[in-house]
Structures are given as C-alpha cells and as structure tokens.
T-cell receptor, first 111, second 113 residues
Framework: NAGVTQTPKFQVLKTGQSMTLQCAQDMNHNSMYWYRQDPGMGLRLIYYSASEGTTDKGEVPNGYNVSRLNKREFSLRLESAAPSQTSVYFC??????????FGAGTRLSVL | DQQVKQNSPSLSVQEGRISILNCDYTNSMFDYFLWYKKYPAEGPTFLISISSIKDKNEDGRFTVFLNKSAKHLSLHIVPSQPGDSAVYFCAASVSSGTYKYIFGTGTRLKVLA
C-alpha cells in the first residue's frame, strides 16, 4: 500500500524554467493538498482540492497552478520558477476522520 | 498573522522523562486539532488528534490536552524514547466545511539517551 506518492524527490531548476510536481494517492480520498515547508515557517498551504473537479487557493498560491486530474492525482505546476520557490513541497490527502496523509516530499532548488 | 504558534523551536529531554510540547492558537473558530511527527527526509505522519468537545485524548505514551479558554494545547510524551526525536507540528482546522489546516512552525524534540 503506497499511500501518497510524490515525484520527483529532488529537482534543480534555473530561474524562469517550468516544471510540474506529481502526486498520486491510492487511498480513495476525496481531498488533496499541496504544502511548502520553509525553515522557521512550518507547513504552508499552497492549493487544495476538496473533491475531484474542484481546486481552491490556500495561504501562498502566487506563482503556482494546480490540476486535479482525477480522484487519484493532484499536480502542482510552477510556470516560471523563482529562487523564492526553493522549498520542500509536500502533497497530502485527507481521509476519515479528518487525518491528512503526506507524501515523502519533493526538494526543489531554484538557482 | 500566525494563527497557530509553537513558540519553542527546540526541546531536549532525557530518555524516560516527560516531553511537553506546546501550541497556541488565535482563531476561536478552530475546533479540531492534530499533532504530526516528522523525521528528516520524510513526510509528516499523524500522531494524535483532539476535538474541541474534549479536553484530553490519550493514545499509548501520547496525550494531548486542550484548554479552550486559553486557546492552548499541549502534547505529552511519557516516557520519552530516543526514537521520539523528530520535529512535531501542531495543526488546527474548522471541522465544518473549509478543509483547510493551519500548521504551526514546529518544535524539534531531541531525546537524549
């Protein structure tokens, strides 16, 4: 049982490049989330999807877009990466009773 | 404006003693609280939760206490073990409808053998 799978685990980008972070869950959860973790800042919500077909902004959505491709998959896209987007990105899905399950994270560096 | 605060960035405790991690919140609408544990290079994992209708919840060595009037919750680990060394995040949500969780900045616990 894989749970929440994120790819890639590591990525280095140059400023202005684009990339998509992939996330898939096999727990049949309706809700999925993207967070970023920065030193001293905790986990901050970027976007979330309460159910298939819906997405909403979180605390720090600027510079990101998301796609809820189907119930299993929720991707995060950086259209034009900036050094301020250097971070560790976590995807999560929410099951009953309101517990979030996290992937192992993607460590992104933007030079 | 940080709605969930963990004011102690780090804590060191001797093995076998009690670890107490604290969390304060400002939004009185929060009614569901969770603690997560995170090891390096891994995602956070759920530890324990509490609803605002309770003031205490226990699971083995872990107990969470909620003081709604003070807008404060704490996680007690008794006895502490070296494997408990990790970063602990508290999180809060409004259970009806928003689906959003607000996380604190985390407390790094080190249990000394």
């Amino acid at each position: 049982n894989a749970g929440v799978t994120q790819t890639p685990k590591f990525q280095v980008l140059k400023t202005g490049q684009s990339m998509t972070l992939q996330c898939a869950q096999d727990m049949n959860h309706n809700s999925m989330y993207w967070y970023r973790q920065d030193p001293g800042m905790g986990l901050r919500l970027i976007y979330y999807s309460a159910s298939e077909g819906t997405t909403d902004k979180g605390e720090v959505p600027n510079g990101y877009n998301v796609s809820r491709l189907n119930k299993r998959e929720f991707s995060l896209r950086l259209e034009s990466a900036a050094p301020s987007q250097t971070s560790v990105y976590f995807c999560a899905s929410k099951g009953f009773p309101d517990i979030q399950y996290f992937g192992a994270g993607t460590r992104l560096s933007v030079l | 404006d940080q709605q969930v605060k963990q004011n102690s960035p780090s804590l060191s405790v001797q093995e076998g003693r009690i670890s107490i991690l604290n969390c304060d919140y400002t939004n009185s609408m929060f009614d569901y609280f969770l603690w997560y544990k995170k090891y390096p290079a891994e995602g956070p994992t759920f530890l324990i939760s509490i609803s605002s209708i309770k003031d205490k919840n226990e699971d083995g060595r872990f107990t969470v206490f909620l003081n709604k009037s003070a807008k404060h919750l704490s996680l007690h680990i008794v006895p502490s073990q070296p494997g408990d060394s990790a970063v602990y995040f508290c999180a809060a949500s409004v259970s009806s409808g928003t689906y959003k969780y607000i996380f604190g900045t985390g407390t790094r616990l080190k249990v000394l053998a």
